[in-house]
Each structure stands twice: as structure tokens, then as C-alpha cells.
């Protein structure tokens, strides 16, 4: 059972708590030299638009599409020394350490093995008609920050950034369908690599001769009691206890959720030699926000879109005033002293894992999570700081004081989006975040009826 929780952590972050088991996690950060690879599944896009008519059975068909896609990834970067660090929807960033000099090959022999089989699967037929898919692939190289932010015993999750997560983002979206794009420094030495052609500085790849030999990771030990607690920690409670319950059947479900897709700014990952302190502060502010209000801190991403987390409000936990509780805390993570743009939207998604046994995370996937990231960059791009859609502002509760914006276009959607630009709440307006600790009144024959059919 111990062995699960190794698939929902970063390899690096897993390998520092089984080697410093009694120590605190919080702020401890590293710094090496690295070949970063951002993947992305081009053409997805297309499907989950179209999957996500057909509800919540489409949002289940598109999550075994993907997760067919990234099992044979998976397995390839694994080979490769490849550590996924993040999920970002329908792709992946991966580092590979750089100790001897030959990440950049690894990176690349990876990229173009990914490339080959997926080539094999491109034509994928679905209830709703046949697409085609590619993967796009950017590479870069530069030096990483690892550490570990949070709440001690509460919530951690870790942080892997530098410019090179951002480069290797900007090099991918130089690609075009199917093509693996590398920066200039990240090409390896000492191999025949075939270019077809030369973008801004980054260099379109068709093929690289020999291959660089696999190299896999040093497998990990099973973590004890003590490090599978801390490592529980990187997940919400209500997932945590079902992985350590042995009931990861039970994880993955359709729910409506409230997302908050956060964009900030304002910390140099690469010079400033204080960055992981003030990252620790800052996100433990973060973090007490969101507690207050009971939702959850999904995931801190960095590179593509910038940096960025995204907040759960209706998965796994559920509140009769998600939408309420997701505004409140919009507001008050704005206000923090760290410039942050916002999206929030409401809509049926899917919540659950996503990967394969050897690395996965729980996320959540849909249409609406789609919006959302839309609304946080136009928010980012017009200087505004939370935006809104329409299915969160008409399911809010009285007391949000409202701009009503012109409607925008976003990336794929045909009409116009309705949005809002949140600016406050009035004094008298007041939002319940009960603990639910009082015991249910007038419901005993229902919980009764609710065991016996569990039973």
C-alpha cells in the first residue's frame, strides 16, 4: 500500500522525504542543473469541446482517451530518467537532472520515441466523430528550484520552477502539430541530429542519431508510516484517506465544481537567493485563505501560462455554496501584496486521477476548467484582477458588487463569453463556512436506510 503514494509525488520530491524522514519538508529547496521537456496533446482541445456536449459521459469517454495517450508517455520518460513534475490538463512537464551531461539526449531520445508511438495512434475515433491527435513537444535547459510549500501537518505541495520550465514552454508553442522543438543550448553534443528548420532561436527536430542510451531513475523504497503521512499530505484529506483506504476506485467521479485558475508574479526563481522563503510565505497565506473558506489547492504550476494555482471549490468536498465561498476567497487572495489575476467559472467536470499507476495526480478536467484558464489570462492581459463567468455569477449568492464587462472571445468558443469583473462585497452581505461538526436533524431514517444499502 506504502508504494502508492510514491505515483502521486514528483520522483525528486518523493526521494527527499524517504531521506530526511524526521525532518520538516517546508522550505527545504535544491537547486541543479537540468533538460526540461513540456508536452502537449495537440488536437485535445478539439475533442473535449466536442465530448463535452454529450456531459458527463463524454468528460469520462475524453479521460480514457487521454489516459491511453499517457500511459505508454509515462512509461517512455520513466525509461529516460524523466521526472513528470506537473499535469497541466492534456500535458506534461518533465525534468531530467543534468549530473553527468547527458540530459539533453535523454530529453530528446524521449521526445522522439514519444513522437513515434504516438504516431502509431494519431486517428481516434470517438461517440463524437473521429479526431486527430499529435503531441508537441518543447525542450530546454537551465537551472531548477525544487522545494516544498505549505501548512505544516495541514497541506504541502511542491514547487518546481526556474526559467527553464518557462523556455521549454515558449519552445513548445513554436511547435507546430506533431514537431519536438529545442532551444539552441539544449541541443546535445557528440550526436547527427536531423533540423528541419530554425524558429526565433529555437530548432525544429526530425530525427537524432544514435539514440541516447535509457537510464532510469533509481527505483525508491517503500516510504514507512512516518513518510507516507507527510506524503499524504500533498493531497486532500478526502483523497488521501480513500488512496490509504485502498479505495482508489472511488476517487475519480463527475462533479460541479468552482474552479480558480490564479496567475502571480513578482519572484525571481533563478537570482534571488531568498525566493523559497518568500514563496513559503506567500503560500501559507494562500493556504489559509483557502482553508478558511474549505476549498482546496489543486496544484502550483510553473512555465506555460507562467505561474499559476489553481483552487478547488466542490471537489472532493462539496458545499451547498461553493460558488459563494470560491468568490469570497477570489477576493481576498487578490488583495494579497503579490499581483494576481484570477479566473473563476462553474461546470460540470471531471475529478479524479489522471496518468497511469506509475505517475498520476488527481485533477480535474472539462469544459469549464478550460474557461476558466481563459478568464485568468485575459484577466492578466487587460489588468483586471478577478473575472467571472456567467455560470458563477448567476449561482453566487446576493452581496457581489459587479461590473458587467463586454463579452469576449476566448480560444474554442464560437459565440462571445458573458464575463464580470468581481469588485467587492457589500458590509451586510455574509457568507456561512459551517464546519458541518452539529449532527444532521430530521434525517435519521434516510442515514439509516443509507447504511443498510451500504451495507
Not at 20 to 28: A, F, L, Q, V
Not at 143 to 168: F, K, P, S, W, Y
Not at 261 to 285: M, N
Request: proline share 4%; with cysteine.
Amino acid at each position: 500500500m506504502a508504494t502508492e503514494w510514491l505515483s502521486y509525488l514528483p520522483y525528486f520530491t518523493a526521494a527527499d522525504l524517504i531521506e530526511n524522514p524526521t525532518t520538516d519538508s517546508i522550505g527545504r529547496a535544491t537547486r541543479f542543473d537540468s533538460v526540461c521537456l513540456f508536452a502537449d496533446i495537440s488536437g485535445f482541445t478539439a475533442i473535449s469541446e466536442a465530448l463535452a456536449r454529450n456531459g458527463s459521459a463524454g468528460t469520462e469517454e475524453l479521460i480514457g482517451i487521454l489516459n491511453r495517450y499517457f500511459e505508454p508517455m509515462i512509461d517512455l520518460i520513466g525509461l529516460y530518467g524523466g521526472d513528470i513534475v506537473k499535469f497541466g490538463g492534456d500535458a506534461v512537464t518533465v525534468v531530467f537532472r543534468d549530473d553527468d551531461g547527458g540530459a539533453s539526449a535523454r530529453a530528446l531520445s524521449c521526445a522522439l520515441d514519444i513522437q513515434a508511438i504516438t504516431r502509431r495512434s494519431t486517428t481516434i475515433n470517438t461517440s463524437a466523430g473521429v479526431f486527430r491527435l499529435t503531441v508537441k513537444v518543447g525542450i530546454a535547459r537551465g537551472t531548477i528550484l525544487m522545494t516544498t510549500v505549505g501548512v505544516a501537518n495541514a497541506r504541502l505541495e511542491a514547487v518546481i520552477a526556474g526559467e527553464a520550465l518557462d523556455e521549454c514552454a515558449e519552445a513548445e508553442h513554436h511547435a507546430s502539430r506533431g514537431e519536438i522543438v529545442v532551444a539552441a543550448d539544449a541541443l546535445p553534443a557528440g550526436y547527427a541530429i536531423d533540423t528541419l528548420d530554425e524558429r526565433d532561436g529555437f530548432h525544429i527536430i526530425a530525427d537524432m542519431q544514435p539514440r541516447a542510451a535509457r537510464q532510469a531513475l533509481p527505483a525508491l523504497p517503500d516510504p514507512d508510516d512516518v513518510v507516507a503521512a507527510q506524503m499524504a499530505l500533498f493531497l486532500h484529506p478526502a483523497i488521501a484517506e480513500r488512496v490509504r483506504g485502498d479505495l482508489e476506485g472511488f476517487i475519480s467521479e463527475h462533479r460541479r465544481v468552482t474552479v480558480l485558475f490564479c496567475r502571480f508574479d513578482g519572484f525571481d526563481y533563478d537570482s534571488d537567493p531568498d525566493v523559497s522563503a518568500k514563496l513559503i510565505a506567500y503560500f501559507a497565506r494562500v493556504i489559509e485563505i483557502v482553508r478558511r473558506y474549505d476549498g482546496y489547492l489543486n496544484k502550483i504550476d510553473m512555465g506555460d501560462k507562467g505561474s499559476k494555482y489553481i483552487i478547488l471549490f466542490g471537489a472532493p468536498i462539496t458545499h451547498e455554496n461553493d460558488e459563494t465561498r470560491a468568490l469570497r476567497c477570489a477576493l481576498e487572495l487578490s488583495a494579497l501584496d503579490v499581483p494576481t489575476q484570477i479566473g473563476v467559472n462553474t461546470g460540470l467536470v471531471y475529478a479524479g486521477r489522471i496518468g497511469s499507476d506509475r505517475r498520476q495526480e488527481y485533477t480535474v478536467m472539462g469544459d469549464a476548467v478550460n474557461l476558466a484558464a481563459r478568464l485568468m489570462q485575459a484577466a492578466f492581459k487587460s489588468g483586471q484582477r478577478v473575472l467571472v463567468s456567467g455560470a458563477t455569477r448567476h449561482a453566487a449568492t446576493e452581496g457581489a458588487l459587479w461590473v458587467t464587462l463586454e463579452p469576449i472571445r476566448v480560444k474554442g468558443k464560437t459565440d462571445p463569453i458573458a464575463v464580470y469583473q468581481l469588485e467587492g462585497w457589500r458590509a451586510s452581505a455574509g457568507v456561512r463556512v459551517p464546519a458541518y461538526e452539529l449532527p444532521m436533524i430530521g434525517r435519521a431514517a434516510v442515514l439509516e436506510q443509507l447504511n443498510a444499502r451500504l451495507d
